[in-house]
């Protein structure tokens, strides 16, 4: 009897522990996730911001030229 309580209450906590470690895990992914979408976002927004200018300056160019 003492064998099976044991038994039973080892595997509750490892099934309990490895479940706090996923969720820690897949918390600590998401995160990540997010920053990287956000700089993903920051680096595509300069981009459309430099193309923006570069495209004022040739129109800008094409005016002088005639």
Do not use: C, D, H, P
């Not at 927004?45 to 430099?50: A, D, F, P, S, V």
């Not at 923006?52 to 129109?59: D, I, N, T, V």
């Amino acid at each position: 009897m003492t064998f099976l309580a044991v038994a039973a209450g080892a595997f509750l906590g490892s099934f309990l522990g490895n479940t706090g470690v996923f969720f820690v895990i897949g918390f600590m992914a998401k995160r990540q996730e997010k920053k990287q979408l956000e700089e993903l976002q920051r680096l595509q927004q300069g981009y459309l911001e430099m193309v923006e200018k570069e495209k004022k300056r040739m129109a800008n160019y094409a005016k002088l030229e005639g």
